[in-house]
């Protein structure tokens, strides 16, 4: 591989992360594919949790608000494949602050998150710096601060394509509610 190629490469990569779609966690199923997509990944994050001996069990309501927070993450995650800019990246703050007025919860979603990691249905970038002549980009690239950006894995789209979701008509199985997304309440200093 050329030095030059392996520079390009990495300034593409950097442009996706750093043009990274917001994750709100607000996408919904509307395919049945789209449920078995979301039913698989739940049996396996169950399993993934089963072996992992998880102290406290969710029960009830808990178990429901646990499959939205997944439903809504892998929703994010399965829409952003097809922004050609942002290469199927996301960003999602994972400060407790960022989940002040979300319908979310952070232990929901960074259990998910873990959880989609350790099965490898999931990447995430490292945190974003200032762009510099170190990352081959340059300077004038804006960055969107600290959010830690994830990208879903062929294994992921693998698990996709065999719960029958189009990889090409991702619109067709996944949406986001309508409305605004809640807004982040920033510290007034």
């Known amino acids: 591989m050329s030095t030059r190629f392996a520079q390009t490469e990495a300034q593409e990569r950097a442009r996706a992360i750093a043009n990274a779609v917001y994750a709100d966690c607000r996408s ?18 169950k399993g993934s949790e089963a072996t992992t001996a998880r102290k406290y069990a969710r ?3 808990q178990i429901t608000a646990f499959a939205k927070s997944v439903e809504g993450f892998v929703g994010d995650l399965m829409l952003a494949r097809t922004n050609a800019a942002a290469d199927g990246w996301v960003s999602r703050p994972l400060h407790h602050r960022s989940f002040t007025s979300s319908q979310i919860t952070r232990a929901h979603l960074g259990a998910a998150i873990a959880g ?31 959010d830690t950006r994830f990208r879903s894995t062929l294994k992921l789209a693998a698990m996709a394509q065999d719960a029958g979701v189009d990889l090409g008509a991702l619109a067709d199985h996944f949406r986001r509610l309508q409305g605004s997304a809640p807004r982040l309440r920033r510290r007034v200093q």
């Open 28 to 45: 919904r199923c509307v395919s049945d594919a789209g449920r078995r997509l979301v039913n698989a990944v739940l049996a396996a994050l």
């Open 59 to 61: 029960r009830g309501k």
């Open 116 to 146: 989609l990691e350790s099965l490898g249905l999931i990447e995430r970038a490292p945190l974003v710096r200032s762009f510099g002549a170190d990352l081959f980009v340059s300077a004038n690239m804006r960055s969107k601060g600290g």
